[in-house]
C-alpha cells in the first residue's frame, strides 16, 4: 500500500524558516522522481519542484527558487523541502507527491502539511 | 512558462448530465496532459494521464481526449461523487503547470 506522509507544516513569521518533510512507504523511492505542490486558500495547485531518483537532477519554479530547496534520503525513504524567507503568499497546503520529468504525472499524493506564514 | 487555461472555471449541472471541460495550453504539449479531481480537505486524485489514458481504478465514465495545444475531458453521466474541482495539468516541460480549475457544483 502507497503512502506519503507529510510533516513539518505549522505557523511562522515572514521572514523565517520551515522544514517539509515526507516519508514515503510502498514504492521503490530510490527509482522514483519526487515533487513538492502547493494548494494556497481559495486557489489552485502550484508545483514547486523535483528532484531525481538520485538527487542530481533538481528543478525549481521561478516562484520559490533562490529561497527553497528540495533534497532527499534514498536510505530514510524520504523527501524534504527547506523553505526560507518565507512570504505571506508562501501560506498554503503542502503536497509531497511521486512524479516530476519523465513520470510527469501525480499518481500519488501525501495527504498534505499546512503552512502559514503570518506578517 | 506553459500557461493552462480551463473552461469554464464553474459549471453547474445534475445528477444524469454529460459534462465536458476543456484545457488549452499556451503552446504544443503534445500527449502531455492529465487531469485531477480534487476534494476539499484531500490531495488530488488523478483522473486521466497522457490526455487520454484512464487511471487504474477511475470508473469509465471518465474520458480525456486531445492533443497539441486543446484537450477535453468528458464525464459521460454524471454522479453524486463527482462534484469536486477538476485541474488539468501539463507534464511536457517543467515548470509542471496546472490549470486554474474548474469547480463543477450540483444544480
Known amino acids: 500500500q502507497v503512502q506519503l506522509v507529510e510533516s513539518g507544516g505549522g505557523v511562522v513569521k515572514s521572514g523565517e524558516s520551515l522544514r517539509l518533510s515526507c516519508a514515503v512507504s510502498?514504492?521503490?523511492?530510490?527509482?522514483?522522481?519526487m515533487s513538492w505542490i502547493r494548494q494556497a486558500p481559495g486557489e489552485g495547485l502550484e508545483w514547486l519542484s523535483y528532484?531525481?531518483?538520485?538527487?542530481?537532477?533538481?528543478y525549481y519554479a521561478d516562484s520559490v527558487k533562490g529561497r527553497f530547496t528540495i533534497s532527499r534520503d534514498n536510505a530514510k525513504n524520504s523527501v524534504y523541502l527547506q523553505m526560507n524567507s518565507l512570504r505571506v503568499e508562501d501560506t498554503a497546503v503542502y503536497y509531497c507527491a511521486r512524479g516530476g520529468a519523465s513520470t510527469g504525472y501525480f499518481r500519488h499524493w501525501g495527504q498534505g502539511t499546512l503552512v502559514t506564514v503570518s506578517s | 512558462d506553459i500557461q493552462m487555461t480551463q473552461s469554464p472555471s464553474s459549471l453547474s449541472a445534475s445528477v444524469g448530465d454529460r459534462v465536458t471541460i476543456t484545457c488549452r495550453a499556451s503552446q504544443s504539449i503534445s500527449n502531455s496532459l492529465n487531469w485531477y479531481q480534487k476534494k476539499a480537505g484531500k490531495a488530488p486524485n488523478l483522473l486521466i494521464y497522457?490526455?487520454?489514458t484512464v487511471d487504474g481504478g477511475v470508473p469509465s465514465r471518465f474520458s480525456g481526449s486531445g492533443s497539441g495545444t486543446d484537450f477535453t475531458l468528458t464525464i459521460s453521466s454524471l454522479q453524486p461523487e463527482d462534484f469536486a474541482t477538476y485541474y488539468c495539468?501539463?507534464?511536457?516541460?517543467?515548470?509542471?503547470?496546472f490549470g486554474q480549475g474548474t469547480k463543477l457544483e450540483i444544480k
Open positions: 497522457a490526455a487520454s
Open positions: 495539468q501539463q507534464s511536457n516541460t517543467a515548470p509542471y503547470t
Open positions: 528532484i531525481s531518483n538520485s538527487g542530481r537532477a533538481i
Open positions: 510502498g514504492f521503490t523511492f530510490s527509482g522514483s522522481y
